[in-house]
């Protein structure tokens, strides 16, 4: 049987198709080239994808040998889940394996919002001892709000524990027992609204929907602190990205920190990248060597169950 793989993907979730006698094929700029995509569909009995690989009901009818979809990562905005379940093809995510990287993500932002140390360093190495400029603020007793309380969020909670944050969240579909709010401690809010008014930072662990695209905008950043930060490691467009450019330079918060865009790569005429106070990362949350191992070999165990005849429990459709 033959595996495609159209995007990024560690070399040790290749090899354990290979020890399990699969052929792969790597491409990791494939998923950009579509009709090459289309025409080499055909051929394979798995496709493995990430983000930038649109499969949609043309991929899927194109796919036709296909048994299974294995997506390296866990948004599924890229994916038409009903035009899979209709084909009766399963798609799996790599449900939770990136968790931990994202979540040290957020640490790392909120640190380097109170503590920037490359900065710090560059005007030293200009010749500046500027201590008063660099005088930082400490995370702790600061408080963090968390839209969408699921497995990333409860370990960003975790950590902000550690250093003595006060976290908050809001997510209508937790319960007061969810781990988050039963072992963490998080306190529940019952609007957006209100998280917002509280929040020295906001961190957003939401998938892209039509209920949550542009869910943060003009009127909510109108409630949020002046110094406060907004975080998106989520998706892109779940930030109405102009209104956060007007915001930061109007000075309504004090910046953000963005991993995902809704354009991405960043264009080159974006005004956020204009914007010092606005910080951007290549959708790179997520990436640590460790979980992209971890990623890589959930989804290779889990696409060679389903091949063999099995059921994969990491399975959405």
Same mark, same amino acid.
Not at 99 to 119: G, I, K, N, Q
Not at 156 to 169: L, Q, S
């Given at each position: 049987?033959?595996?495609?793989?159209?995007?990024?993907?560690?070399?040790?979730?290749?090899?354990?198709?290979?020890?399990?006698?699969?052929?792969?094929?790597?491409?990791?700029? *494939?998923?950009? &080239?579509?009709?090459?995509?289309?025409?080499?569909? @055909?051929?394979?009995?798995?496709?493995? !994808?990430?983000?930038?690989?649109?499969?949609?009901?043309?991929?899927?009818?194109?796919?036709?040998?296909?048994?299974?979809?294995?997506?390296?990562?866990?948004?599924?905005?890229?994916?038409?889940?009903? $035009?899979?379940?209709?084909?009766?093809?399963?798609?799996?995510?790599?449900?939770?394996?990136?968790?931990?990287? !994202?979540?040290?993500? !957020?640490? $790392?932002?909120? *640190?380097?919002?109170?503590?920037?140390?490359?900065?710090?360093?560059?005007?030293?190495? /200009?010749?500046?001892?500027?201590? &008063?400029?660099?005088?930082?603020?400490?995370?702790?007793?600061?408080?963090?709000?968390?839209?969408?309380?699921?497995?990333?969020?409860? /370990?960003?909670?975790?950590?902000?524990?550690?250093?003595?944050?006060?976290?908050?969240?809001?997510?209508?579909?937790?319960? @007061?027992?969810?781990?988050? *709010?039963?072992?963490?401690?998080?306190?529940?809010?019952?609007?957006?609204?209100?998280?917002?008014?509280?929040?020295?930072?906001?961190?957003?662990?939401?998938?892209?929907?039509?209920?949550?695209?542009?869910?943060?905008?003009?009127?909510?950043?109108?409630?949020?602190?002046?110094?406060?930060?907004?975080?998106?490691?989520?998706?892109?467009?779940?930030?109405?990205?102009?209104?956060? $450019?007007?915001?930061?330079?109007?000075?309504?918060?004090?910046? $953000?920190?963005?991993? !995902?865009?809704?354009?991405?790569?960043?264009?080159?005429?974006?005004?956020?990248?204009?914007?010092?106070?606005?910080?951007?990362?290549?959708?790179?949350?997520?990436?640590?060597?460790?979980?992209?191992?971890?990623?890589?070999?959930?989804?290779?165990?889990?696409?060679?169950?389903?091949?063999?005849?099995?059921?994969?429990?990491?399975?959405?459709?």
């Amino acid at each position: 049987m033959k595996v495609l793989v159209t995007e990024l993907m560690w070399n040790d979730g290749m090899e354990e198709l290979k020890r399990n006698g699969y052929s792969v094929d790597y491409d990791m700029e *494939l998923g950009r &080239k579509r009709k090459e995509l289309l025409e080499l569909a @055909p051929n394979y009995d798995a496709l493995i !994808v990430r983000n930038e690989t649109k499969v949609d009901p043309e991929l899927l009818d194109a796919a036709k040998n296909a048994k299974v979809i294995g997506r390296l990562g866990v948004g599924l905005d890229n994916i038409d889940l009903e $035009a899979a379940k209709e084909r009766n093809m399963p798609v799996i995510p790599a449900i939770h394996a990136n968790a931990t990287s !994202v979540a040290e993500y !957020v640490m $790392a932002a909120m *640190l380097d919002a109170y503590r920037p140390l490359a900065e710090a360093d560059a005007d030293v190495r /200009r010749g500046n001892w500027d201590r &008063k400029f660099f005088t930082g603020y400490e995370l702790n007793g600061k408080k963090l709000g968390l839209i969408g309380m699921g497995e990333i969020a409860h /370990r960003v909670a975790k950590r902000a524990n550690a250093f003595g944050m006060e976290t908050i969240g809001y997510d209508p579909f937790v319960t @007061p027992f969810d781990h988050i *709010l039963a072992e963490t401690g998080v306190r529940p809010v019952e609007t957006l609204d209100e998280m917002l008014a509280e929040a020295d930072f906001v961190s957003v662990h939401v998938p892209l929907t039509k209920v949550t695209r542009h869910m943060i905008n003009k009127e909510k950043f109108s409630l949020m602190k002046s110094h406060a930060y907004v975080i998106n490691s989520a998706r892109g467009g779940i930030i109405h990205e102009q209104d956060l $450019a007007e915001a930061v330079q109007s000075g309504k918060i004090a910046g $953000a920190y963005l991993d !995902v865009l809704e354009t991405e790569p960043v264009q080159r005429d974006s005004l956020l990248s204009q914007i010092e106070s606005i910080h951007l990362s290549p959708h790179i949350a997520g990436l640590t060597d460790e979980s992209q191992s971890r990623t890589a070999m959930l989804i290779a165990q889990e696409v060679i169950r389903v091949l063999n005849g099995g059921k994969s429990l990491c399975a959405v459709v």
